[in-house]
Structures are given as structure tokens and as C-alpha cells.
């Protein structure tokens, strides 16, 4: 994986060198430092190593623990922009903010909930991707699931097409890998997977993916095309969306009949499709 220098002005790269800095003069170990901000040593290890993307909840404990109030939260602005599209940022804000998430995916697996392989296949497959460029995508997504690491993460709903699990993306290893991922995450206390079977038939989920965050303040959604997103804010509008959510989830399979789905699709042998 290629990585930026702190020389060459990179914001994940000026993070990275800060914290270590301030780590090293608080005399603290990786493993002590993240007893204090009550994430793993091995976030706060690929935040320093530049593999992940730091999310704002981090850097607000990182400015009380090495008491630097300010400095990781300005940093951290920078920080997560750079590989993420200019059109997805403003939505990237909104989710790692969020309290409840939910999310309707008829063509692949959420973002959130994608392993390593399948993100860079599905990103890989976009023309034109340098493969500097295709690392920083993929670190950027996997960022993004930090916020299902927090000691408070949102509570997520995902609603999955059953044609997501037969889709063949980056070959049968990372496939197989990634619907045994999305099983184990399902049983998390706070993350919902629901597969729409396709004995479900045309239903308006077919129209296109969309995401809702909710906090204490606001409902706000999000649609994405191949170029763009459009975040959604006019109150009818995401009502509209949390209608056809509500209409998807009653087509949906329980949940442990669709964890049963993800593994029956794990167990079956692609070749015969």
C-alpha cells in the first residue's frame, strides 16, 4: 500500500505524525493511549500507519486524552477528506454522526459492511483507477466502518437484494469471504441484515439504492449514482424514502432466516449458477 509522507502535506499523513508526536511526549504506548480514548491498540495503530482514515468521535478523545484541545479535531478534518469523492464527503460526515442508519442496497453489499477483497474488486472495477488510487478508495471505505467500532456505534439496518448474494464480485474466495463477514456482522446487537428474496418480484426498491441517517436533530438521506450523490434533506422527500424503506423491510426475510440465506449462498458452489 502506498503511503503518503507527512512532508507532502497529505492530511492523513500530518495526523498520523501528530499523534505519534503527542503519543511519544505523553509516554504512551499504542495499547495505553487507547485504554485512555477506549478504542482497540490496533485503531489506533492503523490510524498512525496510515491504513485508516481517524473518524471524528476519535479525534475529540484523543484532544482530551493527550490534552491537545482542538488539534485532532482540525486535523481530523483534513484527514478524511482526501480519498473519499468529492460528492460522498458531505454524506461521510453525516453518517459518522449518525444514531441510526439505514440503508437499501439492490446491486451490492453496503459499504459498511464490505470485506477488504470485495471493496476492491467492486472499486477496481471503476475505468480509469490507478492502482494508487484504488488504495486510497479502499482505505477510505474501510474507514468508514470505524464507526461500527465505537463504544456507542449507530444502530444499522441493511437491506440487501437476494441477487447481492449471487453476484459474483472479485471470485468465489472473496465472495465466500465476504457473505461469511456479512453473516457474523448481522449477529451484532446493533446491525440488522434483511434479505428481499426474489421470489419478492418487482417491487420499488428495483428503482435504486438509498441510505437515511437519523441523529437527535435530523432524518437525512442519501441516493448515489456511478458519478454523483445527492444528499436528501427536504422532510417530505426522506419520508418518502423511510416509506419505501418501511415497504422493503416487510418484503424481507427475518433475521435468522436471512443470516440462513447468506449461508446457504456461502455454501453453494458458484460454478453452478
Known sequence: MVQASAENGSGLALFAAELQAARARAG??????????SYSASAIAMVEQMR?????????????ALSAPGTFTRLQRHAGSGP?????????EIEAAASQLRSWQPMVVDGLLQTEGYARALLGAQPNTTEDELEERV???MARQDILARPDPPVLWVLLDEAVLIRQVGGAKI????????????????????????????????????????SETA???????????????HPPAVGRMLHTFDNLHAE??????????????????????
Not at 473519499?84 to 461521510?92: C, D, G, H, K, M
Open 28 to 37: 504512551l504506548s499504542q495499547a495505553e493511549l487507547a485504554e485512555r480514548v
Open 52 to 64: 485508516r482514515t481517524p473518524q471524528p468521535d476519535l479525534a475529540r478523545r484523543l484532544d482530551d
Open 84 to 92: 473519499l469523492p468529492a460528492w460522498f464527503r458531505p454524506y461521510a
Open 139 to 141: 482505505t477510505a471505505r
Open 175 to 214: 465472495m465466500l469471504d465476504q457473505l461469511l463477514h456479512l453473516e457474523k456482522m448481522s449477529r451484532q446487537p446493533n446491525i440488522t441484515v434483511g434479505i428481499v428474496p426474489l421470489s419478492a418480484g418487482a417491487h420499488s426498491g428495483l428503482l435504486g439504492a438509498f441510505a437515511i441517517a437519523e
Open 219 to 233: 432524518r437525512i438521506g442519501f441516493m448515489e449514482t456511478p458519478q454523483e450523490g445527492l444528499v436528501v434533506e
Open 252 to 273: 424481507a426475510l427475518p433475521r435468522a432466516a436471512s443470516r440462513e440465506l447468506m449461508m446457504k449462498r456461502a455454501d453453494h458452489d458458484p460454478g453452478t449458477d
